[in-house]
């Protein structure tokens, strides 16, 4: 996953040439999406079926790079949740402002009893 936001682009741009200054949030939500949530953030976010947003930790950046230290695990599906295409980053558990978006390697079906989990390590967010 390595696509930021519009609104972390620009976020980014004015802290580093001094605009204005970024408070980084304090935790991160891992958001499934089945579309392309796109840089501007318009995907179809999953909702129903006991679906929630999880937090996720990460381990500190090295070589342009970071990826989660912990597995993400969301809630069992008590309904369906539809193909689950892609994944952002959120800096609230709901609405809030996407931080980095990303298609998942292999499109998931979750259906009522299902479980979708992110293993330790593979997340990673990286900029080029």
Do not use: C
């Amino acid at each position: 996953m390595s696509a930021a936001s519009n609104y972390l682009e620009n976020k980014l741009i004015d802290h580093s040439l001094g605009t204005t200054s970024f408070t980084a949030p304090s935790t991160v939500y891992v958001a499934l999406f089945t579309s392309d949530p796109t840089d501007a953030g318009t995907g179809t976010e999953v909702s129903g079926g006991g679906y929630a947003r999880q937090s996720a930790t990460f381990a500190a950046a090295s070589s342009g790079s970071a990826s989660t230290d912990a597995t993400v695990t969301f809630p069992t599906a008590t309904g369906n949740f539809g193909t689950v295409t892609h994944v952002a980053i959120f800096d609230a558990v709901t609405t809030g402002n996407m931080l980095f978006h990303g298609a998942v390697t292999t499109s998931k079906t979750i259906e009522t009893g299902d479980t979708f989990q992110i293993s330790t390590g593979n997340l990673t967010i990286s900029l080029d």
